[in-house]
């Protein structure tokens, strides 16, 4: 599966009702996005831990998104401040 926008969006919403394998797939999907949008943006050798940093926070943040709503620029605005201190 490739992470793009309706999959994780949905999967997103199925997490918001508890679908534990849903959830599993959606951070495994997220961290896949999440790496190849930090390659663009910061030094290799930072990348897997701003991931990390970035499913942490969305474990944190996942109540506040809202299911009618794209689900990448959310993730985007939550990445974004993970990666400020290491912009290339």
Known sequence: MIANE???RRLMRLSLTG???AYAVLL???AKWLARYFRQKIAADAVDDLVQDTLISLHRKRASYDP???F???L???ARPSS?????
């Not at 400020?84 to 290339?88: A, I, Q, W, Y």
């Open 6 to 8: 309706e999959g994780l």
């Open 19 to 21: 679908d534990k394998q």
């Open 28 to 30: 495994e999907q997220t």
């Open 68 to 70: 009618t709503r794209p």
């Open 72 to 74: 990448l620029p959310w």
């Open 76 to 78: 985007a605005a939550i």
């Open 84 to 88: 400020r201190h290491v912009l290339k």
